[in-house]
Structures are given as structure tokens and as C-alpha cells.
């Protein structure tokens, strides 16, 4: 009994940090024990563990180096975005090519529409009580995102000042559940997309995308900037 509720807390953990990892890499142990909440030796066995394992992958962390060895950040495998999730990726891939062969196309098209109609629907109704400007939206989609599993965070970028004055919210995605079949049917990304600009009443562009290989979803979300009056 002991050993099996040792093998169920460790899973537990290996799953809140293969999130933290999801949600915000590349990301240091520094950073995952203040998410976890655990010793930076327990974090790094388990890190050590996932590597080994092939769920995670270091890259040397941006920022000034410092002696010693170079410091690590961590960012999901193709596996390890397998792991969070069993999504079925075969059978579903195998059934939009009988779809796109039998019926064109569109019919892949209506399909991905159909299927984020859902999505939308859900994200719209979590949305309701939002503010209505772009960035507390964005603040809500990202809630109603982590709800359904998307591993989502937002931050805002862009420059306020000077004559190509933009600024907006960097909205990231660090799981998808139909990343891998996403791959070969692009119009499943290009029909969420859609979906925000609708959610969020403007017009969002994504800029990177797990299935294309990056480590997360990046979507652009403009906000307006205010000018002061002369």
C-alpha cells in the first residue's frame, strides 16, 4: 500500500510539473520549485527523471551567464505533450484523411469549424462578465482556456510610445489537445484562431504553434493605445 501510494504521488507530481513546464517554458528549477512548492533537490530528481524519460528537454536559460555550469531551462517533448493527455491522435488523424478523401477539403473545413463552435460557445459564455476591453478579455480567455486543459498564460508586450506605437497581449497556449493531428489538418489551428478574434471582438493573429514544431501556441491580441490629448 505504501509503494502505491508513493507511485501515485509521484505521478501527481511528475503531471503539476509537466503543466508549470507546459504553461510557462522554458522555465528553471528556480522557477518550478516556487511553482510546486518542493525542495530544488526533490525538483531537480524529478526533472532528471523526466529527461531521462524523454518528456522534457533543457535549453541554456536566457539572461546573463553566470560560473559554474550554464544554467538550464526546461521545455515539453513531443512526448511529454503526449503524456498530459491521451488524445487519440491516430484514430483522429486517420479519420480527417478518410474525411478530406471522401469529402474534399471542405469538408475537413467544416469540420474543424464545427468542432471550435463548441469551444467557442463554452469560452463565450466564461467570457460573459469580462470587461470589454481587449486586455481583460484576454485575462478571461485564459481562465476559460485553462479550464479546458490548454495550459494557457498572457503577458503584455509591444511599445506604447513613438509613431509605431503597438501594444497588446501575448496569449500562449503551452498544450494542445490536437496538436500532433493539428500538424496535417492546419485548419483546426486556423478555426481556433478565428475563434478568438470572434471571443474577443478583434482581430488576433497567431504567431507560433505547437503543431508546427515551436514550444507553445502564440497569439497576438492587439489593445489600443490611448494618446494623450495635445
Known amino acids: 500500500m505504501v509503494n502505491a501510494e508513493a507511485r501515485a504521488e509521484e505521478s501527481r507530481t511528475r503531471d503539476r510539473l509537466l503543466r508549470v513546464v507546459s504553461q510557462e517554458g522554458p522555465v528553471s528549477v528556480t522557477t518550478l520549485v516556487e ?6 533537490t526533490a525538483v531537480r530528481r524529478h526533472v532528471e527523471r523526466l529527461h531521462a524519460a524523454g518528456l522534457v528537454a533543457s535549453r541554456d536559460a536566457a539572461g546573463p551567464r553566470r560560473r559554474g555550469r550554464p544554467a538550464k531551462a526546461w521545455v515539453l517533448t513531443d512526448a511529454g505533450h503526449r503524456a498530459l493527455a491521451s488524445d487519440y491522435d491516430d484514430l483522429a488523424g486517420e479519420a480527417l484523411g478518410f474525411l478530406r478523401r471522401t469529402g474534399g477539403e471542405r469538408a475537413v473545413q467544416a469540420f474543424a469549424e464545427e468542432r471550435v463552435a463548441r469551444l467557442e460557445a463554452r ?8 470587461p470589454q476591453d481587449a486586455s481583460a478579455r484576454a485575462g478571461a480567455l485564459v ?13 503584455p508586450v509591444g511599445t506604447p510610445e513613438g509613431p509605431a506605437a503597438l501594444t497588446g497581449v501575448q496569449l500562449c497556449q503551452g498544450h494542445c489537445p490536437v496538436q500532433h493531428v493539428a500538424a496535417q489538418f492546419p485548419e483546426l489551428c486556423e478555426a481556433e484562431t478565428e475563434a478568438f478574434s470572434r471571443v474577443l471582438g478583434v482581430h488576433v493573429q497567431r504567431l507560433a ?3 508546427h514544431g ?3 501556441c502564440t497569439t497576438f491580441v492587439p489593445t489600443p493605445t490611448e494618446r494623450p490629448s495635445r
Open 209 to 211: 504553434t505547437l503543431a
Open 35 to 40: 511553482r510546486v512548492g518542493l525542495t530544488e
Open 214 to 216: 515551436d514550444h507553445v
Open 143 to 155: 481562465e476559460a482556456l485553462n479550464a479546458e486543459g490548454y495550459s494557457a498564460s498572457a503577458r
Open 123 to 130: 469560452i463565450a459564455r466564461a467570457l460573459d462578465a469580462a
